[in-house]
């Protein structure tokens, strides 16, 4: 039986922080499906298309790699498209803490679904989507941190950089 799992987050951009881990994922599954979940009360700097846009064409060239979105929840999402795994990365205490909290209240509403957690990789630990948006307003090169389709359209929207 075919292995999938759900990656899910909000990917305000998609940068190579979430590449890594999606790489390192598809070594344990056979399929990830990319999932944004969309929260109507929070405003994005990317709309939904575009965010899908931009996983996709950064990563054309994996094919058992899907994107997908919900508003609703991530766990009933998964449970839905056969999946009992769910991705997610963790960088420092802060993303424990939070992530710590959101298994618990996955578990209560689904038991059979499991949260498997990667690392980020050194080189990338510092990277959030909401730091790359600071970065890139303030002229600096974000050229190896971010995939080309990101950078192109990061930089649309601050054309003096
Ligand atoms: P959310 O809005 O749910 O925090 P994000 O889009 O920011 O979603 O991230 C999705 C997941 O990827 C989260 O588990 C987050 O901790 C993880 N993540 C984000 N950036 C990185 C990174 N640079 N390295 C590893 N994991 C990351």
């Not at 999606?22 to 599954?29: D, H, P, V, Y």
């Not at 990319?34 to 950064?58: C, D, H």
């Not at 578990?107 to 080189?123: C, G, P, R, T, W």
């Not at 948006?133 to 649309?156: F, Y």
């Amino acid at each position: 039986m075919k292995k999938i799992a759900i990656y899910p987050g909000s990917f305000d951009p998609i940068t190579n922080g979430h590449i890594d881990i999606i790489k390192r994922a598809l070594k344990l599954f056979d399929e990830i499906i990319v999932l944004i979940a969309v929260n109507p009360n929070k405003t994005s700097y990317f709309s939904l298309e575009e965010r899908m846009l931009m996983i996709q064409e950064s990563l054309v060239e994996f094919k058992n790699v899907k994107v997908d979105s919900t508003t609703g929840l991530t766990v009933q999402y998964a449970k839905k498209a056969g999946s009992k795994a769910m991705i997610r990365g963790i960088r420092a205490l802060t993303d424990f803490e939070y992530e710590f909290s959101i298994n618990i209240a996955n578990k209560f509403i689904d038991n059979d679904v499991e949260s498997v957690f990667f690392m980020a990789k050194q080189e990338y630990m510092f990277i959030s989507s909401s730091n790359i948006k600071l970065l890139v307003a303030n002229g600096v090169d974000i050229s190896q941190l971010v995939p080309k389709p990101v950078l192109k359209r990061l930089l649309e929207f601050n054309p003096d950089e």
